[in-house]
């Protein structure tokens, strides 16, 4: 399981903000539905199981459409568990608006073989509609009752009375359960079990890291949310240096989380929030760690690796003319090459006066990616509650939806 | 071509800062090297047609060995013109330490149709030459004078004698030219040739930014350098927002290139620097947008996109019942669709304060990439005049190298 170690200081911090946290998220669960999903999910697994794994046996790709909360956190998923678990059936993602990429992504369908899964909690999504108008027109889709699509959305949504008008099977987003909160929804439960994944163990660790928490087991995750808004001002950028390519689209699910969650204008007025960035290891040390090393001092960094991966190659013994300096690390594995270099650029950022946690994976397995959705999670919600905003809402981007449908109006 | 429109006050820049960048960049021209790849990688075009191409003509795959600015840019431009493109050679990149990335890689190889470019300007990364010993070693490497492997690195480099020692066919990265800065130059152009890619159009397209600019007819890119510069305090994150996939690749190239050139130590010791930030459109309106709406006013906007694409993709005339609300965009194009969206974003994120500036490229094709590549070579150089540093070198990662060197000393 994770483990994690803070370097910043955390002696000033006021005790009283700790509770305050904790009690504003113990508060928040009776309203907040997030939380709860390990829990109810597990029943969820067993009724996608049940109902669909026979009907859907046959095909072998799964096409997501959906975008943002509907298919960051399936992303993030699919690709840490995807090389453990390499039966799993292929997913494909349809998200994007660009022509250039449905295009592509058409072009990879085997359409008798593939499985819609079209996801919007409001069920107004128009990237998504519009994507699944396409694909309704381009392979001639007939809707009526047909096992080929599956619909997840809010209880209440147009999309709903949509699956029930064709008599498509549906599953439904708790409407307390924010987009980028829903991943341990039937947003992710219902691809990633269908995908073939183990999902229960995905959720069975969210539960066990939740538990904890709640037991006052991880007092370090609210020590770090504390940190982090009380460092807002001086360190308003939060890197997550990551050192597996693995870790690429959950850096992104993080992004969205954090960024979408804490951009807020609070009760005042006023506008706060925190920004993220996820970089991975070793690739980002030749772009961006100049800058966090030698730049303005405004940012934090926590770095992630993985102790033990499933990959033992090895770097040959093998001494080359001319290029003998490299030899350094003959005989050693990749994997503790890229531990040795998270630890060196780790140690070289501390030294350079930037704040800076560490959290070690054992191994990717479904525990630990269930444990680490739901850390980040909280640590949104604390870091939510500490800033006092709504931290499940994202009241900015509506008016640009607006616009956009006032480009529009002329149609209407 | 691309057109660029800036929607912040520049009429407070002092006009005197504007002629100190450009005088800046007309006296490195002298020494710094990047300026006149596009006129001198003409010519190893030519060189890279008549000396590898009837060689290489049966390999159906490029290996690019290599990271950071060694393979950085040469993704963007694959990336961007893939589609375009369609016959080009399969190119596939081996950047990471990152074991499970590198045996997939491995898997896709067909070793005996696959051409190895192995690429490090000091000739030392300790990343590539560990991938490229364990590419020897897996593959059973015969290297004497191999047609199988390519090299390009420094003259003087380590690299190159290893090269030269047997008998490899190797190119030069001109030791005036930086990693980050050098895709115009062999780092670029052999992989991208070999290809099958219209490099000379991309290097044209260069040229004419390049000569438009000294000609006093791209001021815009001064004014932004300056006005940057002069809010670095206030606004101290550059976000670039792409609408379309196709600049993943891109996004990241200016992410190295914006960050590592210019997160430094001034004269006076002062660390100084912008942090880079990209985002794909519309995906990330779904993500990131909130916090650049709401949250801190600490962040300039760069707005990207397509104006025509080549996918003529429509969404169909399509009503579905329930679903009636999004018909307002049927039977527009999916290009219409998100030109739209970033034409909506675009405005109310000026209209929540923020400083935008919008580029559009009238389409995708060679000479806009050079442009583009160019535009931001630039750009980086202006600002790293104004800035008072160094934008050519990084000496913040250095220690790390030798903290990484430390903990395998025991072996030598």
């Known amino acids: 399981m994770p483990s994690f170690k803070g370097y910043f200081e955390t002696k000033n911090l006021d005790p009283f903000t700790l509770e305050k946290a904790y009690e ?35 095909f072998n790709t799964i096409a997501v459409v959906g975008i943002g909360g509907s298919s960051l956190g399936i992303k993030a998923i699919d690709r840490m568990l995807r090389s453990s678990t390499p039966h799993a059936k292929k997913i494909i993602y349809f998200e994007n608006s660009d022509p250039i990429s449905i295009a592509y992504e058409c072009s990879r369908i085997e359409f008798a073989k593939t499985l819609f899964v079209v996801i ?4 107004g999504t128009v990237e998504t509609l519009s994507i699944f108008k396409y694909l309704i027109s381009r392979f001639e889709m007939d809707l009526k009752d047909s096992n080929q699509v599956v619909v997840i959305s809010d209880e209440a949504s147009v ?9 498509l099977k549906r599953f439904i987003i708790p409407s307390n359960v924010g987009g980028r909160f829903s991943v341990l929804s039937a947003v992710g439960v219902v691809p990633l079990v269908l995908a073939g994944f183990n999902v229960e163990d995905v959720l069975e660790g969210a539960k066990q890291f939740a538990d904890n928490f709640w037991n006052r087991k991880e007092e370090h995750l609210l020590q770090k949310a504390a940190f982090y808004v009380s460092n807002a001002k001086t360190s308003p950028v939060n890197v997550l240096f990551s050192y597996s390519d693995t870790f690429e689209e959950f850096g992104k699910w993080v992004v969205q989380l954090w960024g979408e969650s804490l951009g807020k204008r609070n009760a005042r007025g006023e506008r706060v929030g925190l920004t993220p960035i996820s970089l991975i290891g070793s690739v980002d040390q030749h772009s961006f760690l100049q800058l966090i090393i030698e730049g303005p001092l405004n940012k934090t960094v926590t770095f992630m690796h993985i102790e033990h991966s499933r990959d033992e190659l090895m770097i040959p013994n093998l001494s080359l003319p001319f290029l003998e300096k490299s030899d350094f690390v003959n005989g050693e594995s990749f994997n503790t090459l890229i531990n040795a270099q998270c630890q060196a650029t780790m140690e070289s950022v501390l030294q350079s006066g930037v704040s800076v946690d560490d959290i070690t994976w054992s191994c990717i397995d479904e525990s630990s990616v269930g444990q680490m959705i739901m850390y980040y999670e ?3 919600s604390a870091a939510g509650a500490l800033l006092e905003i709504n931290t499940y809402d994202q009241p900015g981007v509506e008016h640009g939806k607006k616009i956009l449908e006032g480009f529009f109006s002329h149609k209407q």
């Open 24 to 58: 504003a998220l113990k508060f928040e669960r009776s309203t907040i539905g997030y939380y709860d999903l390990p829990d109810s999910s597990i029943d969820l697994c067993a009724d996608v199981k049940s109902s669909l794994l026979s009907s859907t046996v046959f």
């Open 120 to 123: 919007s909690k409001s069920g």
């Open 159 to 167: 999309l709903s009375q949509f699956a029930d008008n064709y008599g």
């Open 378 to 380: 909280l640590l949104t």
